[in-house]
DNA sequence: CAGATGACTCCCA
DNA sequence: CTGGGAGCCATCT
């Protein structure tokens, strides 16, 4: 019986934060690795994420995009899916990341289940678009 | 164990 | 903006 992706614990760590991140709010390929620990990096979260399947169908993948606020994916309407979450995207077709980026579950969250907080990050000034 | 693959990220031309 | 290359990791053959 192997039909669960959550076999490999890695895997299984990666959704299980995924799942954290409210609606409305995206965090990186990076930062999720970051958060999971292990020495693991972007790819292998986006590895998670393609494993993903019908068994993992509560994990909100879409709020994991690119460092840029760009979407990695092709024709899985994962902008659409943030729209509808109320994400909002600027010009260019990317998500404002200064307004949407997740800061990480709770501390105590963090501890409880061994994830490791996101360091603090100053306050990027939103770009406005000027016209 | 080596090689290939992939929803990453950074740097430079 | 586009393209190429390097470094990184997890999983499967």
């Known amino acids: 019986m192997s039909e669960l992706r959550d076999d490999p614990v890695f895997y299984g760590r990666v959704h299980t934060l995924v799942r ?14 970051a958060m999971v620990g292990g020495g693991s990096d972007g790819r292998a979260v986006g590895l998670a994420m393609a494993a993903l399947g019908p068994d993992n169908a509560d994990v909100p993948w879409q709020r994991v995009i690119s460092r840029d606020g760009t979407i ?15 994400v909002t995207f600027d010009a260019q077709g990317r998500v404002t990341m200064a307004r949407h980026r997740w800061a990480g579950p709770d501390a105590a969250w963090c501890a409880a289940n061994r994830y490791t ?4 990050r100053p306050p990027e000034p939103e770009q406005l678009e000027l016209f």
Do not use: C, H, M
């Open 20 to 33: 954290q991140i409210p609606p409305g709010k995206v965090s990186t390929y990076g930062d999720v690795a």
């Open 117 to 120: 907080p996101l360091p603090p």
């Open 72 to 86: 990695s994916t092709r024709g899985l309407r994962q902008s659409e899916l943030l729209e509808a979450e109320g």
